[in-house]
């Protein structure tokens, strides 16, 4: 099978077979215009999040995509989803973001999907200082600006 | 929760903002939240000082109040206050209100019903002014038999499709209308369906449960590309006028929806020659239908195009023509229903295991001829199938499992692929099948936790 030659971010060079690379819509587009000789530079995208992404379109390639329900039923993605999908993106969230942005940016629906179904899975029934820590996210407003904001929103906060 | 290292929290800090920055990746973010999780993250973001203002954001376009949410009826009130001063300067495409909560039932129907229509003026109040994008409106009422309890609501409606079908003008100066879809639940007067025979520019109509309105104006519909027509539950909309309606819009419509009591043999026969390229077909009650009708929706149906297919209580149609209709391939197929069809057979079902691969929901209640062997074959084959009804099926025993069990002990540690349709499956219903032992459900629960399994008395196996 032909391959084609993709550069990370940190100048590596990795060769992935085109109907693997194909997934992405991006690089399938650069792949109609330029064919499989010139290199494809992807400066957004490091080694190891292309190794995730090389991962997540092998397997795609033989067996259906995620399919998870809108909105999600549970926070434990292994019961909306496939066990593969689930532990695939079972990852320490800064590895999570940037594969959402990689996924993005290459467009790759289906992997676009599960991963921002993990973010969801992690915002969904935690408390609003849980989710600030957990985002790890500056609170800089004054205390009557936040009473103020919590106040707006609270039917948001209590249990229905 | 994890905390992340200081020297990490810059270019975190940095993606997350990143993320934020980008209204595709939150808008996937948000779909998957619900209503209550969408308020967080508006909270989120102006905990972040990012000035993602809920416009900027499009939160809104998609307006989906659901009572069901709510365990407190205030609450559900504050709700839709907070959802109306929300969409005050924005132009939804799309809006859904469900009113079909059990904790609620009482206070909307009854107790506090004055509070709640005055509420729901003021919402629809809004959305007739700010109407002019709305493509797609979606309204469930509780559900009501005989009485005109939901006629206040309807009349709420009325003046919004009006303003709908009067429609906009556009760039070119020309009036245009923008409704595409139309769902309503429980709820319709004659005076709703008069306006909405007068849209031209619908893909799908959904009247179900609407049990006292009757379908005379039905046949002023002419919609330029009508594609799915859905009269189920709504007794008095005739046979007559539904083959009106879809002739008049013959050559569009791909997906039909109806009850079929009234309907005679001849009737489905005559009712599927003028559909187009048949995508979803539904039929409830098939009592009358023969097997002449599936002979001709044989002919008519290609392999590719089917994605549902409900054709229940259908107790005339032999298995020789049902074992004809699946020795075809369906690969699109995705749901398939035939609860009650009394003489399927196991030579059928594994069929539709060898035929049928990609379903994702199967259902077969009370198909009482069945036994192991066609569900043994599904099993093995439909590794997608997410949801499986077998009630009532009496002959059906342990061993229509037990190959897929075995395959899944073989390939024990193997987590890349799925092995059988135990892998895939997230509802499997057994209710009042006497053959099937608990011991079975057990050990298929303990390997597969996140299954929900209802046993002989149709409770949830717990381990």
């Known amino acids: ?160 | 929760m994890v905390d992340i290292a200081d020297s990490q929290k810059l270019s975190f800090k940095t993606h997350l903002r990143n993320l934020l920055a980008s209204k595709l990746i939150v808008k996937e973010i948000v779909d998957f939240l619900s209503i209550r999780d969408i308020a967080k993250s508006e909270i989120i973001a102006k905990l972040f000082k990012e000035r993602l203002s809920s416009t900027q954001l499009n939160i809104y376009n998609n307006v989906v109040i659901k009572a069901s949410e709510f365990q407190d009826f205030n609450k559900f009130l504050t709700f839709i206050d907070w959802y109306q001063n929300r969409i005050e300067s924005v132009y939804p495409q799309t809006f859904f209100l469900c009113i079909n909560s059990y904790y609620l039932k009482e206070d909307i129907q009854e107790l506090q019903r004055p509070l709640f229509l005055s509420y729901l003026e003021k919402l629809f109040a809004r959305l007739i002014s700010n109407s002019k994008n709305l493509i797609s409106l979606r309204i469930n009422m509780a559900r009501q038999h005989g009485d005109r309890i939901n006629d206040p609501l309807c009349d709420l409606l009325v003046p919004l499709l009006k303003q709908l079908v009067s429609g906009i003008i556009d760039e070119q100066g020309q009036i245009v209308q923008n409704m595409q879809e139309l769902w309503i639940e429980s709820m319709a007067t004659v005076e709703m369906i008069k306006q909405i025979s007068q849209f031209e520019s619908l893909k799908l109509l959904k009247i179900i449960n609407c049990t006292y309105v009757t379908g005379e104006f039905l046949r002023n519909l002419r919609s330029n590309n009508l594609r799915t027509l859905d009269f189920r539950s709504s007794y008095q909309i005739e046979f007559n006028q539904i083959l009106e309606c879809v002739q008049n819009n013959s050559g569009t419509i791909n997906n039909l929806y109806v009850d079929g009591e009234y309907v005679k043999a001849q009737q489905f026969v005559e009712l599927i020659q003028n559909l187009k390229n048949i995508q979803e077909l539904g039929i409830f009650f098939g009592q009358k239908l023969k097997d002449s009708f599936l002979f001709e929706l044989n002919q008519k149906v290609t392999g590719e195009s089917l994605r549902i297919f409900k054709m229940r209580k259908a107790y005339k149609v032999n298995n020789q023509i049902l074992n004809l209709f699946f020795t075809r391939c369906f690969p699109n197929l995705r749901k398939l229903k035939l609860d009650e069809c009394r003489n399927i057979q196991d030579s059928t079902v594994v069929l539709i295991g060898t035929n049928c691969q990609k379903l994702r929901s199967l259902s077969l209640n009370w198909c009482q001829q069945l036994k192991s062997d066609g569900i043994e074959k599904v099993l093995l084959n439909c590794k997608l199938l997410k949801k499986l009804n077998l009630v009532g099926l009496k002959l059906l025993q342990d061993q229509a499992f037990e190959r897929a069990i075995q395959i899944e002990e073989e390939k024990k540690n193997d987590i890349h692929e799925l092995r059988t349709a135990l892998d895939s499956l997230k509802l499997m219903n057994l209710a009042s099948c006497d053959y099937v032992s608990d011991t079975l459900l057990y050990k298929i629960k303990r390997n597969h936790r996140s299954m929900v399994i209802f046993n002989y008395y149709q409770d949830e196996v717990e381990l």
Do not use: H
């Open chain 1, 1 to 160: 099978m032909s391959k084609v030659k993709l550069v990370t971010s940190e100048g590596e060079i990795v060769e992935v077979d085109i109907e693997v690379a194909s997934k992405s819509v991006l690089i399938k587009g650069m792949i109609d215009d330029s064919g499989v000789e010139e290199e494809i530079p992807l400066p957004n995208v490091k080694r190891n999040i292309l190794q995730k992404i090389i991962d997540f379109c092998t397997y795609i390639k033989d067996n259906s995509p995620p399919e998870i329900e809108k909105p999600l039923k549970s926070n434990n993605l292994n019961d909306v989803t496939t066990p593969w999908y689930a532990e695939f993106v079972n990852l320490d969230q800064e590895v999570l973001f940037e594969l959402i942005l990689a996924a993005n940016y290459l467009d790759i629906k289906p992997l676009l999907e599960l991963a921002c179904a993990k973010v969801a899975s992690l915002i969904k029934n935690r408390s609003i200082p849980e989710i600030r820590k957990f985002f790890n996210i500056e609170n800089d407003f004054t205390p009557e600006e936040e009473a103020q904001i919590m106040e707006e929103n609270k039917w948001a906060e209590e249990s229905f």
